[in-house]
């Protein structure tokens, strides 16, 4: 029987990550035909302690003799697991929230990157800022979400087209600490700012409050990344105003054949699809085409590593397939709005599919940090 | 948000060849697993650089500008008491007397793949053989160069046009962040995976002599002596050739697509670049080359040489 090994993450305000990443590989499979496949589990915390994820990455190999393994984690976890998996001479599937910029893209044949692209969403999103017509912006964010590197792709790719981010507020990440008052001053100072927000999970929910609150009726123009489009949790989020957009890597309303069965099957669990069960989902039709490569090849990794650049399949979210130079995978992204329930919650609205997705992407990879650097190692939403 | 107890860090002692493992010394001396730099047959400017450095970080440092100085290795290892010895592109074979301190410590980073690229000189070798990948290799270490077990080849990309000056600052670049995986596997595993070499592929390369650095034109492709051009640059200066009796180093050139029916090795025609006729029926385009003279480009040369045809070699 074959084994896959996943590595669970978890997340005090997504507590339901591990159940969403597990539910979404098992279903994934078992709707390709295979749940003859063992799958097992092996708990990481937040992906941040460095010895727990490669003692269980290590486990997962060397006791459970996995075949693949796939992990919640970010880039830097990853490059603690490369040597690993150069030794074991198996393969690993990040799942990769997309986050963080790596300091450089060096592609290893065993690490293929499957990605919610949220720093490539977050670029898309301040380039629809600017062809909005804004000169001006704030950088708007949290302790935690500022810790990663979207927060330089949204404000470059903001400036590289022509803008200027006038101002930048970072809030606490506890309840008490959290606070968007600043933006007050700073709106008064610069007008016309449009506000490039990144913010994940509880902050989302924080943060349209917060406008709500402080600049009602103002419909301040707020510009957000994937993660800001998090259906689950918008569903609990109150409706703040009428000018909220940006990019969005997955919705309910996408409407497809694959998407259908995504949600209906994630439904018929009992669990509410979200962005970690699409994500385990789509890797289930990675992790059978790496097996079938490694029988080809004869777990030549190399040879496995090609086949896998060239292959693409119809996902949830759209068609899926892998950039060879960095080996991730490159899927739809969508230009969206937020909009009200009739309860006055949250909605997605999925505009129109984005544009130069691909070309965005190759220009992410090839931009200099100019020497910023991110000292999370967390998997993205897990603190 | 990261965990990691200072206390239990592994203590690790790098013996390196010069400034080819800069790099990767600053950034296990930033995460704090050195504890001690030797270093074989640098240059005097190298030597005292990272002496002051050594002993401004608080960190054991060793000079063996010799095959004799090597006899004081083993009792400066027993004192300093590494959990493990990092060798990177170390000039000097550790004889049994010094691995005998424990031969699951030393662990080489060899800038080459194993076992295919055995030898003092992996990078011109791969350029030379027109790899499109190379790799730097952990392995365990033993008394003979290059041969112990295989822990992993950490694959790395070559650039069409990549010379030894390119890759070799490219490999060091990369270096730094394989021997910290290496560092880090350490620290967490619970074992190191690895295997013994497969001597059906394995192949040592001698350091290379003028006969692997001399183009022959008559026998070679112009994808082979562009290969070799860059192999050749700047450890060489260039690939030797002989032009009217005078020992010369071609430095730059690339692929002329254009067809010729001059015997290989003939000078086609020389403007801004030297074009040469290759057995192919390709052409190379010398831009920069080193004669008697001094390093010149093709048009200097014109000027110094102006012989519309001759023959190489």
């Known amino acids: 029987m074959q084994t896959i090994g996943i590595l669970l993450a978890r997340s005090t305000y997504y507590q339901t990550i591990g159940f ?12 390709l035909g295979r749940n003859d496949i063992k799958i097992v589990t092996e708990n990481i915390g937040f992906g941040a302690d460095k010895q727990q994820c ?9 006791e459970e003799d996995a075949s693949v393994v796939i992990a919640y984690i970010g880039h830097r976890m990853a490059q603690l697991l490369r040597p690993l998996f150069l030794a074991a001479n198996k393969m690993l599937i990040v799942l990769d929230a997309g986050a963080n910029l790596p300091q450089e893209w060096s592609a290893c044949p065993n690490i293929f990157y ?94 349209f409050k917060g406008i709500k609150n402080s600049f009602e009726e103002q419909n301040l123009p ?41 949600l209906e099957t994630i439904t018929n669990t009992g669990r509410i699809p979200n962005l970690f069960s699409l994500l385990s989902w789509e890797s289930a039709a990675i992790t059978l085409k790496i097996i079938e490569l490694i029988d080809e090849h004869k777990n030549n990794i190399s040879l496995i590593a090609v086949g896998l650049q060239s292959f693409a399949f119809e996902g949830p979210r759209g068609r899926i397939y892998f950039d060879s130079k960095t080996n991730t995978s490159i899927a739809p992204l969508y230009n969206a709005s937020i909009i009200a329930t009739n309860e006055g919650k949250c909605e997605v609205q999925i505009e129109s599919e984005a544009t130069g997705v691909f070309e965005h992407f ?22 | 948000m990261p965990v990691f107890n200072m206390d239990t860090t592994k203590k690790i002692l790098v013996l390196c060849g010069g400034k080819f493992a800069f790099p990767a010394l600053q950034l296990l001396a930033y995460e704090k ?54 060798c990177i592109s170390f000039p000097f074979l550790l004889p049994e007397t010094i691995l005998s301190y424990g031969h699951d410590k030393f662990i ?46 950490d694959p790395i990309a070559i650039q069409k046009g990549d010379t030894y000056g390119k890759l070799t600052v490219k490999l060091s670049e990369r270096m730094a ?24 592929i394995s192949c040592y390369y001698e350091k290379p002599q003028l006969s692997d650095t001399y183009i022959n034109w008559k026998r070679m492709d112009a994808d082979e002596i562009i290969a070799l051009i860059n192999a050749c640059n700047p450890w060489n200066i260039g690939a030797d050739a002989t032009l009217f009796g005078e020992q010369i180093k071609i430095i730059v050139a690339s692929l002329l697509h254009e067809p010729h029916e001059n015997q290989p090795g003939t000078i086609v025609s020389l403007n801004d670049t030297i074009n040469i006729a290759c057995e192919d029926n390709m052409q190379i385009a010398i831009e920069i080359l080193s004669t008697d003279k001094g390093i010149m480009t093709a048009a200097q040369f014109a000027l110094l040489y102006p012989v519309p045809t001759s023959t190489l070699n």
């Not at chain 2, 400017?45 to 010799?66: H, M, P, Q």
């Not at chain 2, 004799?68 to 010895?85: C, G, T, V």
């Open chain 1, 114 to 207: 499957h990605s919610l692209h949220n720093s490539l969403g977050a670029s898309l999103a301040a380039k629809q800022a600017t062809n909005d017509g804004y000169t001006s912006a704030g950088m708007v964010t949290g302790y935690y979400d500022g810790g990663y590197l979207h927060t330089y792709s949204i404000s470059k790719s903001f400036e590289e087209t022509g803008g200027t981010i006038s101002f930048n507020h970072a809030t606490g990440y506890k309840t008490e600490d959290f606070t968007i008052e600043p933006l007050k001053n700073h709106l008064e100072e610069f007008p016309n700012s449009a506000l490039l927000s990144l913010f994940s999970g509880d902050f989302v929910q924080w943060y």
């Open chain 1, 222 to 262: 707020v510009y957000l990344p994937p993660f800001g489009f998090e259906e689950m949790m918008l569903s609990d989020t109150e409706y703040p105003s009428n000018n909220i957009k940006g990019i969005a890597a997955w919705s309910k309303k996408i409407n497809s054949v694959e998407n259908k069965i995504f």
């Open chain 1, 20 to 31: 969403d990443l597990y539910e979404g590989l098992r279903s994934g499979l078992k709707h």
């Open chain 1, 362 to 383: 190759e220009k992410l990879t090839t931009q200099e940090l100019n020497n910023s650097t991110s000292a999370w190692y967390n998997s993205y939403a897990c603190i």
């Open chain 2, 108 to 153: 080489n980073f060899h800038p080459g793949p194993l076992p295919q690229y055995r030898g003092v000189m992996p990078i011109f070798e791969v350029l030379k053989n027109q790899e499109t990948e190379t790799a730097i290799c952990a392995h365990f270490m033993n008394s003979k160069f290059d041969e112990g077990n295989i822990i992993f080849n």
């Open chain 1, 54 to 62: 490669y003692r269980s990455a290590e486990k997962l190999l060397l």
């Open chain 2, 177 to 200: 962040q394989v021997t910290l995986n290496m560092a880090n596997m350490l620290q967490f595993a619970s074992s190191i995976p690895n295997q013994p070499q497969d001597e059906t």
């Open chain 2, 33 to 86: 697993f050195i504890c001690g730099i030797g270093i074989g047959k640098g240059s005097d400017t190298i030597i005292e650089a990272l002496e002051r450095e050594s002993k401004d970080s608080n960190i054991g440092f060793k000079s063996f500008c010799n095959k004799k100085s090597m006899l004081e290795m083993r009792a400066w290892i027993d004192d300093l008491q590494p959990d493990y010895i990092f």
